[in-house]
């Protein structure tokens, strides 16, 4: 078949949000290093299993500044994201990549977010525009992120610091949304992105 000729026939583009984990998707734990202290955000896997349900492809990018420290193991920190995958009973692994970025704020940054990396690598390997992707966080450095990697940022205020006040802070106030819960969040990346 002529490739050209299905071109008609496509819908919509391939869609995707790169998540946060503390305090996007669990409850923020300073340091987490333990799985039984994971504990899923109100909302989450009812926002991950709509975006999901709309064809959308999920991507989770941590910072870990823990391991750098040398406060806690890469281990640990993967089996608190294996704990946070079994909480959300959406299968083996809703997420087709899991970035967890060990580095810390002193040390030179590979993936350590603000760094637009792991969505460049996603970009490239999906062959999508960046418009049709989001980041997703509760902190500045989710939305710088975004910005870096000129993609959509949206912010949820769910994690311990005010976020509003936050992006005000670095000129990004009334810039990016900012929702209340994921699933609130979700909601306005399907409806922006149809």
Do not use: W
């Not at 009812?46 to 391991?67: D, F, K, P, R, W």
């Not at 899991?98 to 590979?110: D, K, L, Q, R, Y």
């Amino acid at each position: 078949m002529n490739p050209s000729a299905a071109a008609p026939f496509l819908t919509r583009p391939h869609r995707g949000l790169i998540l946060d984990r503390d305090g996007t998707l669990i409850h923020h734990v300073p340091y987490l290093h333990s799985p039984e202290k994971v504990i899923l955000l109100p909302s989450v896997r009812e926002a991950l299993e709509l975006a999901i349900n709309h064809g959308v492809e999920l991507y989770l990018h941590t910072n870990q500044s823990g391991v750098g420290r040398g406060m806690f193991s890469l281990e640990d920190a993967e089996r608190c994201t294996l704990r946070m995958i079994e909480l959300l009973e959406l299968g083996p692994c809703p997420f087709r990549r899991i970035c967890t970025a060990p580095e810390s704020p002193e040390a030179p940054s590979i993936y350590r977010k603000p760094s637009p990396r792991f969505a460049q690598e996603i970009f490239a390997e999906t062959g999508t525009s960046p418009s049709h992707f989001a980041y997703i966080g509760d902190r500045g450095s989710d939305i710088e992120t975004a910005r870096n990697a000129g993609t959509r940022g949206i912010g949820v205020a769910t994690g311990l610091d005010d976020l509003r006040q936050e992006l005000a802070s670095l000129g990004f106030s009334g810039v990016y949304p900012v929702f209340d819960s994921l699933l609130d969040a979700v909601n306005h990346f399907l409806e922006v992105t149809q």
